[in-house]
């Protein structure tokens, strides 16, 4: 069965740095499209950002291009956010999700597997 | 960009059917043939039930059933029951290679 676990979440002053992880089992990770996306508390979901399966492509949300990187080490079946400059409005759960069926982005195709999360607080 | 509107609740009774919209508003995108519905109890990770306006993933039961007029996407669930309590999500291509949800329905089994 498919696994996604994501990890790294925690309180972080306004202005500061956090990397969330998750790891990835039970597929061949390279072959599909990887994707964050966060859920403020009460809220709805919004998509984050994407990475092709290589990781030679990213894409971005407008509310975090410039201050979120993505990135995968596909040797490892890992995928990262690098979320820098972080405000209170980033504050969520942050979801990882994989692509159904590709291994480049396109933002047509649903996501067939979550992971359960990890919490991100931003305050002071 | 184009954004997705979906009411904040929805109930019914077990049995009955119940059905939700989600409506794309600010059309700068001609393409709305990719909605995605999801399904998320409390604490849980969302599940996708609904992809390409109406295609089931293997597992859901047909009891879901998704369909399109305009600029409306619909879920209906039939024969309700008490596990369909949950908040479900629509989605749909964004434009420039991004995503939109809509803010979810809560459906409540009464």
């Known amino acids: 069965e498919v696994q996604l676990l994501e990890s790294g979440g925690g309180l972080v002053q306004p202005g500061g740095s956090l990397r969330v992880s998750c790891a990835a089992s039970?597929?061949?990770?390279?072959?599909?499209?990887m994707s964050w996306v966060r859920q403020a508390p009460g809220k709805g979901l919004e998509w984050v950002s994407a990475i092709s399966g290589t990781g030679g492509r990213t894409y971005y949300a407008d509310s975090v291009r410039g201050r979120f990187t993505t990135s995968r080490d596909n040797s490892k079946n890992m995928l990262y956010l690098q979320m820098n400059r972080v405000s209170a409005d980033d504050t969520a759960v942050y979801y990882c999700?994989?692509?159904?069926?590709?291994?480049?982005?396109?933002?047509?195709?649903?996501?067939?597997?979550w992971g359960l999360g990890t919490l991100v607080t931003v305050s002071s | 960009q184009s954004a997705l509107t979906q009411p904040p609740s929805a109930s019914g009774s077990p049995g009955q059917s119940v059905t939700m919209s989600c409506t794309r508003t600010n059309d700068d995108v001609d393409d709305y043939g990719y909605v995605s519905w999801y399904q998320q109890h409390p604490g849980k990770a969302p599940k996708l039930i609904i992809f390409?306006?109406?295609k089931r993933p293997s597992g859901v039961p047909d009891r879901f059933s998704g369909s399109k007029s305009g600029n409306t996407a619909s879920l209906t669930i039939s024969g309700l029951q008490a596990e369909d309590e949950a908040h479900y999500h629509c989605?749909?291509?964004?434009?420039?290679?991004?995503?939109?949800f809509g803010g979810g329905t809560k459906l409540t089994v009464l």
């Open positions: 999700a994989k692509d159904r069926d590709h291994e480049f982005w396109s933002g047509y195709r649903p996501f067939d597997y």
């Open positions: 390409e306006i109406s």
């Open positions: 989605s749909s291509y964004g434009g420039s290679s991004t995503v939109v």
């Open positions: 039970s597929f061949t990770f390279s072959r599909y499209a």
